[in-house]
């Protein structure tokens, strides 16, 4: 079984240009998050979607941030317009969302975005 | 918004010797969740607490979740170097969208 797969592991970008970052589930996972992690913090929620549905993105910021989850294909985490503060390690993780009870997430390996 | 904090921030101990970090939330949680993490890698899940009082044992780990769905705690008997690490709580609100935040860790040090 294949755990949760994030791409690229590793992407650098000039400030200006966008990044977009791909995770696609487990399985059988209907349910994404994406989290936020700055070198030597915590995980700080973005945003949690279900197929074709954004749940609650009340931790991602307005500007420059989207994310989907489309019906087929993996969840896309995009950042236009990339400032160096956007520089942090990128989590997604999937649930299977049973029975009203998000149950264990699922953590892939992340993505590192280094803006210059 | 829901905060939930750790402490503490950091932990240094002694190989062998015993470790609690201790999770407290802003609002009442459904369930407690917790992760660890170790240096460079991602977060894994350790064990879940759905009852109020709840005690469960995992080996040398020992998680408390508290009465009131508000505060829990992971206490490591005789600590290991592959104990290292940051451990994290985490929980949806009650009668939430299920987000689940998290706590702002503590991080395990080891001293051999």
């Known amino acids: 079984n294949a755990g949760v797969m994030q791409n690229p592991r590793h992407l650098v970008r000039r400030r200006g240009q966008e990044a977009r970052l791909r995770c696609s589930p487990m399985?059988?996972?209907?349910?994404v998050y994406w989290y936020r992690q700055l070198p030597e913090e915590g995980l700080k929620f973005m945003v949690y979607l279900q197929k074709e549905n954004i749940i609650d993105e009340s931790g991602m910021p307005k500007e420059r941030f989207s994310a989907e989850f489309p019906k087929e294909g993996p969840s896309i985490l995009r950042i236009q317009q990339v400032v160096r503060g956007d520089s942090a390690a990128y989590f997604c993780a999937s649930s299977p969302y049973l029975a009203g009870n998000t149950g264990e997430l699922f953590f892939g390996e992340g993505s590192r975005l280094t803006v210059l | 918004g829901q905060q939930v904090m750790q402490i503490p921030q950091y932990q240094h101990v002694q190989e062998g010797e015993d470790f609690t970090t201790y999770c407290n939330s802003s609002?009442?949680?459904?369930?407690i969740q917790w992760y660890k993490q170790r240096p460079g890698g991602h977060p894994v899940f350790l064990i879940q607490?759905?009852?109020?009082?709840e005690v469960k044992k995992q080996k040398r780990l020992t998680f408390q979740f508290g009465e009131a769905k508000k505060n829990s705690s992971l206490h490591i008997t005789a600590t290991q170097t592959t104990d290292v690490g940051t451990y994290f709580c985490?929980?949806?609100?009650?009668?939430?969208?299920?987000?689940?935040?998290f706590g702002t860790g503590t991080r395990l040090t080891i001293i051999p």
């Open positions: 607490l759905v009852k109020s009082g």
């Open positions: 399985k059988g996972h209907s349910h």
């Open positions: 609002t009442t949680l459904s369930n």
């Open positions: 985490a929980g949806p609100v009650i009668g939430g969208n299920e987000k689940l935040t």
